[in-house]
């Protein structure tokens, strides 16, 4: 007795109003959705809010975090000078410097 049980694709759903998708999260910071994606799987990226299976994103979310993920820039230091090694004096022979010293 084998029944045929298939399946319905699930339509995609929307998120509640007030919350993005994970396309309009990745528009709105100027990313792929497989980069935010990739993020959230490392914990890094914007906060996301789950509700069951979906994905979402509160709209202000994205600007905190790139708020947060803001650092000032540092100037470039001046650059070193080259060092040129210190020569030797020339050398004096040996009696040229006992001829000095008489």
């Known amino acids: 007795m ?3 049980i298939s399946r ?6 929307r998120p509640p109003s007030g919350y993005l998708s994970e396309g309009e999260q990745a528009e ?8 935010l994606r990739r993020w959230r799987a490392l914990g890094k ?15 202000e979310a994205g600007s905190r975090w790139l708020e947060a ?8 230091l001046p ?7 210190r020569l030797k004096p020339p050398a004096v022979p040996r009696q040229a410097r006992l001829a000095a010293a008489d």
Do not use: N
Request: glycine fraction near 6%.
């Open 79 to 85: 650059r070193a000078r080259a060092h040129k090694p």
């Open 8 to 13: 319905r694709p699930r339509k995609p759903q």
């Open 28 to 35: 709105h910071l100027g990313i792929d959705v497989r980069t």
């Open 45 to 59: 990226g914007p906060d996301v809010t789950r509700l069951g299976r979906l994905v979402c994103y509160a709209p």
């Open 69 to 76: 993920a803001e650092k000032p820039v540092a100037l470039p």
């Open 2 to 4: 084998s029944q045929d």
